[in-house]
């Protein structure tokens, strides 16, 4: 067993770890990509007019109700297709898209639908009283949004958040049917090599949980810096 998860051949750890890799980065540059647009879409839906507001419902409501692995193997296939076509109507040719690029485009799509509803309660949630403050002072949008909306829904959006990223680093085992060569691919490809079809899979797992355990410490700092100054719920509940 421990020479099938050696990091040198004939060892398949560095495979595993290499996959590794490439999960967390495509999970992160996917995470980011559907913070973006999902501050956006709670903007939209919150300030929007409503033709806006309508098609970011769409938006939302059939990204959540449609499973996530049929919405990446349409997002792939006919994303790509799209952009291809379009190159080639420019007179471009075929375009060769980076598999990581996609795979963070796709992923990014799906998270931004849960990240808009996320943001979306966690703003509506800041007191009015602190908007309305601002605004009196003659803060401009884009000011007010960086100095009082996002600090002040940051505690309420982190539970949220956290949960969010933990599915996005699960979510990039669903693109092994695209063939990104990710954690659950490596293993696979490491298990049907050499039958050990167990040891393979107990490590991916444990690799997966390596990774939950310290985003919870990371996201568990985060909520804390996020509701300093505030009365902790000890202490109100007296």
Known sequence: MIELLSLSPPGWGGNLLRGLMNSLQIALGAYGLGLLIGLAGAYGKLYGGPILRDLLAVYTTVVRAVPELVLIL????????LINKASEAMGYGTVEISGVAA????????????STEILRGAIKAIPIGQIEAARAFGMPPLLLLRRVTIPAMMAFAIPGLA???????KDTALLAVVGFSELTLETRQAASSTRAYFTFFLAAGALYLMVTLLSGRVFAR????????????RKAGG
Do not use: F, H, K, M
Request: aromatic share 12%; charged share 10%; net charge neutral.
């Open 74 to 81: 349409i997002l792939y296939y006919v994303g790509t297709d």
């Open 103 to 114: 795979g963070i485009a796709v992923l990014g799509v799906v998270q931004g639908a849960y």
């Open 163 to 169: 949960n969010l990223w933990l599915i996005a680093t």
């Open 222 to 233: 985060l909520e804390v810096w996020a509701r300093r100054g505030q009365p902790s719920l």
